[in-house]
Structures are given as C-alpha cells and as structure tokens.
C-alpha cells in the first residue's frame, strides 16, 4: 500500500490501524497478555501508535511472516499460555465477539481461524484472460485472529522453519494439527488497500467527511425606494432595503450560514461595510465567495434552509425562483434548498414593517482532518 507509513500506522478514525487491533485485544476479558512484533525500522512508529496503553515491549520480527509468528511465539513462551491468538495488525476491526468464538473453539481443537464464505465466483485468469472458472464449493476466505493451543502451534512452527507457509493454520496443518473454523466477520476486514481504510472509516461511523451545521441571521431597515433584493430576486415593491450593499438580507443570512459551518469568521469580516468597493455590491458575490471557500476545503453543500421573516413583500410568489437562484449561485441544486416565509403577527420591527430579518442553517460535509 503506498503511502510514507506502513499501513499498520495509517491513521483510522484519529487512532493508527495497528492500536485499534492492540486495543481490542488488550480491552478482552479472555486475553491476558498482548505482544506485538514490529519492524525494527517502526519502532518509533509504535511508541507513538501506543502510547498510554499499558503494553509489554514490542519484539521485533523476523526475515518472513512466518518467522515473525515463531519469534511472537518464544516471547511468550514464559508467562505458560495455554492458549495462544495470532493476529494481524492490518485488521484494525476485529471484534471481542470474533476473539471469543476463536478462544472458545480452542477448548476443544488445537487450533481455530475465522472463515467466511466465497460468495463471488472465482475465475482463473491468464494475463486477464479468463482460463476457467473454479468451482467454490468447500472454499473459504481465512481470516485472523488463527487461535491454536500454544504448545501445538510451537512445536508446529520449529517442524516448518526453513519452508515458506501462507498463514499460521498451514503452518498448524503441515503439522497434522486438526484447524476448526469459526464464522468470520465481514467487518473484520484487512486494509490492503486506500479503499479498505475509508471502508474501514465508514464501518467505525462517520467515515471520512464529517458533517457540519451553521447559522446566519441578519436584518436589513426598510428605506424609500420601489424594489427589495430578496433571495437573489429583486421584487417590486413600496420601499427598499437599505445597506451598503444591495442588502439582500437572505443571501446575507446564508452567506454568515456558510462561513459558520466552516468556522471562517462573518461577512462583515470577509466584505468590510467601510470598504468602498461593496457600495451596492450584488449579494450574490458574498454568498459565491463563501461557497468557493467551502468547496476550496474539498466541502460540498449538503442543504440550505432559509427563513425570511416579514409582513411585506409576500415571500410565497418568489419561492421558487428563490430557490432557483440561491442554488445556482451555491452550483447546488433547488431541492437542497430550502425558502421559507413568515410574519412575526404585526409584533416587532418586523412586525411594524421597519424591516426583514432573515435567518438561515445550512449542513455541509468536509473531509475530516
Ligand atoms: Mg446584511
């Protein structure tokens, strides 16, 4: 897997891969001991990756896979174990009922791996050619942890030093050792690949764009004039909103909206009312700036819901292309767009037709950091 760390230490949901496996194990009733065996070369790594957990030292593994497991397994050899798990580091999601059912299954069998079924079927191919079609029936896809009693595997791991076995239940079968299996568990997947962590992310909930939500209220005065800038739509009417720029209270509402959910600052902040340059300005460029700033964050919106609240002009005849017009100015589309109207019953500035308040709450997703 490409990448400047090894897999094992890719970050997962704000922890490494590896300590998510190391904790499962560690937190299981049934498991007194936890040793992990590590790269001479990511010592460091693992002292980060686990740090705070209480942890023996990590040993460091072999020239192969295999050899790895036997020297895991001398490490141990002190403490007596009767019992013994060998697990890999890349499956960061195994469960404590998965180790349980392998821990059980070892009361009875020398050994125990987690197997799921072959639901695809299996093609033989020939530089993409397909050779034949392999029949499934009595296959399995192994998975880890591969439970063995301990004095069995041993004694099966010194009988095939120098041989090259692909898991430890063939190093356990070579050895005539009888090897159960246990349902597997489809979570308890290996990251081998970029698309295993985000699937690995989206299983441990939340995946890996996070949701967030912002507010924006605003109000603009009414003033002599015969047209209010509304939601981006310019509607005849008996006065006109007064500010320094159009003062298209809505999109301003939905501008401070946006920049809430992505925490950067106000319009005020981003458009100063001193600056000249916005004198009249189309509010329309407020909230296209804030969008552009939320997608320069790699961030899509996700919905927008506006509330314009006034006893004049009517609301409800425009809604429409209100909607029209904020989406194309988020690049969104009508139906993650929300308008909505109300009056305040003759109470309040609004009420006494002073002005328009709008309010809006919009939803976005970002990448998480
Ligand atoms: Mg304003």
Same mark, same amino acid.
């Given at each position: ?6 897999? /094992? ?25 936890? /040793? ?8 460091? +790594? ?6 705070? =957990? #209480? $942890? ?44 349980? #059912?392998?821990?059980?299954? =070892?009361?009875?069998? &020398?050994?125990?791996?987690?197997? =799921? ?45 120098? /041989?090259? $076995? ?29 698309? &295993?962590?985000?699937?690995? *992310? ?18 603009? #005065?009414?003033?002599?004039? +015969? ?28 501008? &401070? ?11 005020? *902040? %981003? ?21 552009? $700033? ?8 996700? %919905?927008? &819901? ?64």
């Amino acid at each position: 897997m490409p990448g400047e760390r090894p897999k /094992q230490y890719r970050d997962l949901c704000g922890k490494t891969v590896l300590r998510h496996a190391l904790e499962a194990f560690s937190a299981h009733p049934g498991i007194s001991h936890v /040793q992990a065996v590590i790269h001479p070369d990511d010592a460091a +790594d693992f002292a980060m990756a686990t740090e705070g =957990l #209480r $942890l023996p030292a990590p040993i460091h593994g072999g020239e192969t896979r295999q050899e790895s497991v036997r020297l895991g397994l001398e490490a141990v050899a002190g403490g007596k174990p009767a019992k013994v798990l060998i697990h890999d580091g890349a499956r960061p999601l195994v469960s404590g009922t998965l180790i349980s #059912r392998v821990i059980t299954a =070892l009361d009875t069998r &020398d050994g125990a791996i987690p197997a =799921l079924p072959v639901n695809d079927t299996l093609k033989r191919v020939d530089s993409e050619q397909i050779g034949e079609t392999v029949s499934r029936d009595n296959l399995v896809r192994a998975q880890t942890p591969q439970g063995f009693r301990y004095d069995a595997i041993v004694r099966a791991h010194n009988a095939a030093l120098g /041989q090259s $076995l692909t898991d430890d239940a063939a190093v356990a079968e070579a050895f005539g050792l009888s090897v159960a299996t246990v349902p597997g568990a489809e979570d308890n997947l290996k990251i081998t690949r970029e698309e &295993d962590l985000e699937r690995a *992310a989206r299983i441990l909930g939340g995946g890996l764009v996070e949701t967030r939500t912002g507010t924006g209220f605003d109000v603009h #005065r009414f003033a002599d004039g +015969d047209v209010v800038h509304l939601g981006g739509i310019a509607i005849p009417h008996s006065q006109s909103l007064s500010g320094h720029s159009d003062a298209d209270v809505a999109l301003h509402a939905l501008t &401070d909206a946006l920049l809430g959910a992505i925490a950067d600052g106000d319009i005020g *902040a %981003h458009f100063p009312p001193s600056d000249p340059q916005w004198r009249g300005a189309a509010s329309d460029i407020f909230l296209r700036h804030a969008a552009g $700033l939320l997608r320069a964050r790699g961030g899509r919106l996700v %919905h927008a &819901d506006l509330t314009i609240i006034c006893e004049a002009p009517k609301v409800g005849p425009h809604r429409e292309a209100m909607r029209a017009r904020i989406a194309g100015i988020l690049e969104s589309e009508p139906g993650r767009i929300s308008v909505k109207a109300t009056t305040t019953e003759g109470l309040g500035f609004t009420g006494r037709n002073e002005g328009i308040a709008a309010q809006a709450c919009v939803t976005v997703e970002l990448p998480r950091t």
